[in-house]
């Protein structure tokens, strides 16, 4: 995947470079076909899956305009985070166009809910853009998180480095469902709610081809996590990137409890609607 610099008004697109005639996907929520474990776009069958991260981090740091050519129908995962995405545009700079921003300022509450699973993403009005972030998934090991994003806090340290995480017991159907195949124990936390067998330890180091596999603290292979609240941390930088998916900037404030790719690229759509 190379991100290359746009002209201004062009917005963030992907280009499948692998493909007959390089066919191109707009990042607009209007393309979102797919949010089983990350945000995919598609057009005429042409996708590219897991774009949140790579969203996140060109929206967040001001990048606007952006042609990212890929050769594959999925971005690269790397540790599970935006870290190394954030350190490459700080490192290459960000230029300033001739072009006004253009903005969505938010003059009423809009919403998306799925009230049975306690999940929620309302957009309030408000003079600059700020994201609140609460997570609870009944989670002894977790707990209740929170996390914030406001204008102008360090995006690059803070939140960038928050890693994917998914819990022991999905792994084996997500394994199943063909969905993680790339995946391994470095990339992603792994929450252990419960005791894990020497059987069960046995089958996750054929399965991730690894000698070391542990369970410690609740988490799989002694990972050392990077904040306290890094679950929740990265339910922001997902959301920061899917909101990107709007196509232009917020002036507004999100609040967001248990938030998901399917909640946040449906309150994009229901804008877009609007």
Aim: net charge negative.
């Amino acid at each position: 995947m190379c991100v290359k610099p746009a002209p201004a008004n062009h917005g963030i697109t992907f280009r499948r470079i692998d493909l007959e005639g390089a066919p191109e996907i707009p990042a607009l929520g209007n393309y979102v076909t797919d949010t089983s474990r990350g945000t995919t776009i598609e057009i005429n069958g042409v996708r590219v899956s897991t774009i949140e991260h790579i969203m996140s981090a060109l929206w967040t740091l001001g990048v606007d305009n952006a042609q990212i050519d890929i050769d594959a129908p999925e971005t690269p995962i790397m540790d599970g985070s935006a870290k190394e995405y954030a350190a490459e545009i700080e490192r290459v700079g960000v230029v300033e166009q001739e072009a006004e921003r253009e903005y969505y300022t938010v003059t009423e509450e809009v919403s998306f809910s799925i009230p049975e699973k306690g999940v929620e993403v309302r957009l309030l009005p408000a003079d600059k853009y700020d994201v609140d972030v609460a997570v609870d998934y009944n989670s002894k090991v977790l707990g209740k998180q929170q996390s914030h994003f406001a204008e102008g806090d360090n995006y690059r340290s803070e939140i960038a480095p928050c890693r994917t995480f998914v819990f022991l017991h999905e792994i084996m159907f997500l394994f199943n469902a063909n969905l993680i195949k790339g995946g391994d124990v470095d990339n992603a936390i792994v929450v252990v709610e419960h005791p894990v067998t020497d059987e069960e330890v046995a089958r996750l180091s054929a399965l991730f081809n690894k000698k070391d596999i542990k369970v410690s603290g609740g988490y799989l292979n002694n990972l050392k996590l990077r904040f306290e609240n890094e679950i929740a941390r990265h339910k922001l930088l997902d959301i920061l990137g899917d909101l990107a998916l709007l196509g232009r900037r917020i002036r507004g404030k999100v609040v967001a409890t248990r938030p998901g790719h399917f909640a946040n690229t449906e309150l994009v759509k229901k804008i877009l609607a609007q």
